[in-house]
Every structure is written in C-alpha cells, then in structure tokens.
C-alpha cells in the first residue's frame, strides 16, 4: 500500500545509498520505489535500474510541478517522499506510517521525525494547526493521502514551501496533519551556487505563503550582518591558525615520552 517517490538531480551516490538502504531492510514493507530525475547527467538512471526502481523523467522542474508528478506516478494509496539525500533510519519507518493511516481515514499527511525542530514540536504536541511550518510536512520524509491529493493537488506556482502551502490548505479542508514517530536523516552539502537558488526560492515562497515582506533597511542591515560575520570568521580562524602554527613549533622542541 506504500509508494516511495524519490526526487533526485545529479545525486547518484547518495540515490545509490537510499536505494541500498531501501531494498534490503524494507522490501517488505514498500510495494514500489519510483525516481523522478531531473535532467541529471550522472549515472542516476543506471543506479535506479539496478536495484529495480522505477526511472521518471522531468524536464521543467518546479517543487509543486514535481510533486504532484510523484503523486501521479504512484500507484498505491500512500506515498512517501525522499530527496535523494536523506533516508530512512528506525526499522519500523514504513510500519509506523501505514498503521497511522489505517487508524485514521481523515489523515492527508504524515511528518516524520529527522530535525530537533520536529522532535521538539512531536514531544510538546505542538499540532500543525498551530505551527504549520515546523510540524506540517517536508517532502523529504513525509507521506501523504494520494486520495486527498486527487482533491487537492499541490499548488505549481509557488517558489518553495509547496508542502507548507498544502498543509494550511487541507488543514482548512478539515483534514489532519500528524507526526509519526518514524525517524530518517537529511544529509546534503550544497554549493554556493545551490544556495543562492535555495536562498531565492525561499524568498518569494515566504512572501507568498507567511507574507513575509522585506524593506530596503532590512536588505541592507543583512548584508552589513553577513559582512561582519565573514570578517568575524576570518579573524578568528587567522587567530587559531597562528595559535596553531606556535604550538606545533613549542611542540617540535618540548616533546613528551613516547608510550
């Protein structure tokens, strides 16, 4: 009953260790694993075909866009979503979301656990009616209802945050957003390139969804922050790098006895 949905770009190391990870401690519980690929370039679709995912191309990407191809490509009632770069770590993962959804038929989405933000929200019942940032869903390590998705589709003309945009949204349907003690781990470096892509999409995804404006006195007071910050961390790497270079000279001269 659980679809897993991978979006992946260029991403073949860590695809290779989520798919490892997938089909040798969950076979059991998934009943397919398809990868929406964006355009990469390595060798992400030979990886996919060999540990027998499913290998879905999409051209124009959008955060919603490839969504709501996730959801359409699936074909079960239940559809997990990873970027390639996290995966799942509590052995009941799987087992813990299909026992929330069969206990609940008014449940749209599920939000696992991989942040201290959102064990420190699960732990203090903090619901995403309240806090629908850090408890609604992030699509990577969610589920949601591909029923309820048929009724609601995923909004493609936000910059980001499309998994925010359709938590408030269902939430005023009358439908429910919960936690589920399923634990995974996100782990990505991002170039300088990447987050200022990161950066930008956030930007207008903030004002679109939590009307978050700027002023051009805010604008400047961040960069005159991140300037400062820069020189900040200069001085005081040059600073250790010296204490460094003097205790290793102290050390060639005062050695201690060797064990």
Known sequence: MISVVIRNKNQSVALSFLLKNLTERYSSDIDEIIVIDNLSTDNSKEIAEKFGARFVTIKDFSFGGSANLCAREAQFPIVVIFS?????VSHDFFRLIQKKFDENSNLAGLR???????????????PATLDPNKSGLIFSGSAFSREIWKKHPFKEDVATFEDKEWTVRVLKEGYEIDFVESIFHYEIQRTKAQNFFRF?????GNYQLWHQDISLGSAIKGFLFSVFNLIKSFVIDLWYSILRFFYQIKFMFNKPNKF
């Open 112 to 126: 696992c656990l991989h942040s201290s933000n959102d064990y420190r929200n699960f732990i203090n019942r903090i």
């Open 200 to 204: 930008k999409n956030d930007l207008v």
């Open 84 to 88: 390639a770069h996290s995966y799942p």
